[in-house]
């Protein structure tokens, strides 16, 4: 099995190098092409893979390529990689946006995987959600998810909505993640904590909740229930925010970015 990397930016590199850590593939059937000479260049000093800056010299021989250009990329990309491809390879895409149809059409062929990564890959703990044509094999989905969970892990889902909806939770969830992270480093410094301690007292916060929850059945609502009491601190916390509705503005804005991706979809 040969799998190429079509585009060596932040998440191309990444599944790029998770995948070059697993026991999948060795070096030479680990293949990374971008158009930047200057990124070509400090990628030939890594190991992991083997880099090109001729697509016809690497994309005929791969059984599973991946795509991770930017979405407004992709039709120039298709007219570059349509005359090479041949209907047995499997396409990975971690485009957003771009529907599985607008790859087949684009491509003129049928094995096309989904995906929506997120920006955890990069320290191997990404959750990725994918699906795929019906064209594709069973040992062939295997393959890919494999792939997939080198960065962390992979959900498979029904079908490419909940690709647009998990764009709107983990897809762009980190970002909701460190938002709420930065309003609470300015409530510490404001409070007269240290740059530093703040980002401790942050950090570790969010560390030790996640590690609450995932180690338990509990739900978030019953660890809430666990830490406030009736007329304490947490309370007043958590009554402020009710009052203010900000669980309903956090699920308007997931579901700002839902809708978004299928906007995008559209557009393609």
């Not at 990374?32 to 992991?48: F, G, N, P, Q």
């Not at 044509?133 to 890919?144: A, D, H, K, Q």
């Not at 009052?243 to 979809?265: M, P, Q, S, T, W």
Request: proline share 3%.
């Amino acid at each position: 099995m040969r799998v190429l990397v079509i585009g060596a930016g932040n998440m191309g590199l990444t599944y790029a190098e998770g995948m070059s850590k697993s026991t999948l593939l060795n070096r030479h059937n680990l293949m990374i092409y971008d158009k930047s000479r200057e990124l070509i260049a400090s990628l030939s000093k890594i190991e992991y893979f083997d880099v090109y800056e001729d697509i016809e010299k690497c994309l005929p021989t791969a059984d599973i390529v991946f795509l991770a250009v930017k979405p407004y990329h992709c039709e120039e990309m298709f007219k570059e990689l349509k005359p090479l491809v041949n209907k047995e390879q499997v396409f990975v895409s971690i485009m957003a946006g771009v529907t599985i149809n607008t790859i087949q059409e684009g491509l003129d062929l049928e094995k096309v995987v989904r995906a929506m990564p997120n920006l955890p890959a990069q320290v191997g703990k990404g959750v990725t959600s994918y699906t795929a044509s019906g064209e594709v094999s069973r040992i062939e989905l295997l393959t890919v998810r494999n792939l997939l969970d080198t960065t962390g892990e992979s959900i498979k889902v029904e079908n490419e909505n909940f690709i647009d909806a998990s764009t709107g939770i983990s897809g762009s969830g980190p970002a909701y993640i460190f938002y709420f992270m930065q309003s609470m480093l300015e409530a510490a410094l404001k409070m007269g904590f240290s740059k530093n301690d703040s980002k401790i007292l942050v950090s570790k916060t969010f560390e030790g909740a996640v590690e609450l929850f995932n180690q338990s059945d509990l739900s978030p609502e019953s660890w809430m229930d666990r830490v406030a009491s009736k007329g304490g601190t947490t309370r007043a916390a958590l009554d402020s925010m009710d009052d203010n509705n900000v669980k309903e503005l956090i699920k308007n804005a997931a579901y700002a970015a839902f809708e978004r991706a299928v906007e995008l979809g559209k557009e393609k």
